[in-house]
Every structure is written in C-alpha cells, then in structure tokens.
C-alpha cells in the first residue's frame, strides 16, 4: 500500500511509473468519485502528479434524479482539470439494494455503510486492474463522516485480492475539507445534504 500525501504532508513510498505505448512516464491513478464537492479539492491536489481516470461508480445514490445531478456536476468539475478523465459505472441499484438487505436500519458509519463502500472501492480496484492504473484510491476519506482508516484498511485488503495498489489518503487531514468547501464555492457546485442512499435521507 501506498501512501500520498504531499504539500508538506508524508509520502511512503512511490508509486511505480505507468508507461504506455506513448512513452509517457506519468503515474496512472483510477480513482473512484463520489461527488463533485470531495472530487474538487481531491483533484486539485493529486492532478499535479497523476493522470487521473476518475471512476464514478455509486449505485448506492438514489432516487435517479438525484445520481444524474451528481454525475453532471463531476463532469462539469473536471473540465477545469487537465490529466482527467470520467468513467461511468454501471448505475446497478439493484445490487446495491441486495447487497445492504437486512441493514437497512444501521445508522450512518454502521454496518451498512461498510458494505456499500467496500462494494464501491472493490468496483474501483476491478476498473483499475482493467484499465492497467498504477494504484486506485477514492475522494471518500475528505467527507468527516467517513472512517479513512476503515477505507485503507479495506483497500489494502482489495489490493491484495486484486492486486493493484492502492493508494492510502486521510484527505480531511490539512483543512483538506474546508478547501472543497472553497473550491465548491468558486466552482458553484451543488452539494447534497445526505450521503446517497434513501435510508440515511
Ligand atoms: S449512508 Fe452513504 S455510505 Fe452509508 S449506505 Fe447510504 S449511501 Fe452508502
């Protein structure tokens, strides 16, 4: 696993430079987007050091109208990033709805929380091993109500199971939440006042 937190923050270890047939020597990274709000500052400070296939693969956000918002605001976000590019998952909502049955009633951070973000970085691993990245990571750990020891402890797990890196990040750390809140503002961004699923509305 590894660790990126630069601007005066640690950084163990380095991430092997992605070659392709063009020669480039810049470091792939597939990182899975939850939003327009956490990708901004996300972005702004992993763009100066990787090509950034951003991954928004959330069939946790409901009702549709609701995902398409958010999915039209993250295209709009990284026209103003260079080294970016937006995949779209599959909007399966079933299986997110499968996957959470029986949990439905878990508070926010509970048991439910820990399926659907487990399901979504191990989608996300799954896109990096596909598109050949370097590492895979999420802009889930800038959000205070998200554990990021939970998400690295879980992607370091999927690295394993998978075998791509990942790539450990505490983005709340450094004021960077009150930065996306910055950028939210200078990109006049939507933010959403709950997490995604119905049951926490
Ligand atoms: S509250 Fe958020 S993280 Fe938890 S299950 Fe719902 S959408 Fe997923």
């Known amino acids: 696993m590894e660790e990126f937190t630069s601007n005066g923050q640690e950084y163990s270890g380095k991430v092997a430079a992605f070659a392709d ?17 956490c990708s901004s500052y996300t972005l ?9 296939e951003l991954y928004f693969y959330n069939p946790n956000i409901m009702p549709e109208d ?52 487990r399901h979504r970085l191990e989608e996300t691993a799954r896109f990096a091993a596909k598109i050949k990245a370097s590492c895979f990571s999420t802009t889930l750990t800038i959000s205070p109500h998200k554990n990021a020891e939970f998400i690295n402890f879980t992607q370091a797990e999927l690295e394993k199971t998978i075998g791509v890196k990942s790539l450990s990040l505490n983005l709340k750390k450094k004021n960077g939440y009150l930065r996306s809140i910055e950028l939210s503002k200078k990109y006049n961004l939507y ?6 699923c119905l049951f926490n509305k």
């Open 21 to 37: 047939n063009s020669g480039s020597t810049r470091k792939k990274l597939a990182l899975h987007a939850c939003c327009a709000p």
């Open 44 to 52: 702004e400070y992993l763009s100066p050091e990787y090509d950034i």
């Open 66 to 117: 609701e995902y398409l918002k958010r999915l039209s605001e993250l295209k709009r976000l990284t026209g103003n990033f260079e080294n970016v590019n937006l995949t779209v998952g599959e909007y399966d909502t079933e299986r997110f709805l499968s996957l959470t049955k029986g949990f439905e009633d878990e508070p926010e951070g509970g048991a439910r929380c820990e399926i659907c973000i």
């Open 191 to 196: 933010r959403q006042k709950y997490c995604g």
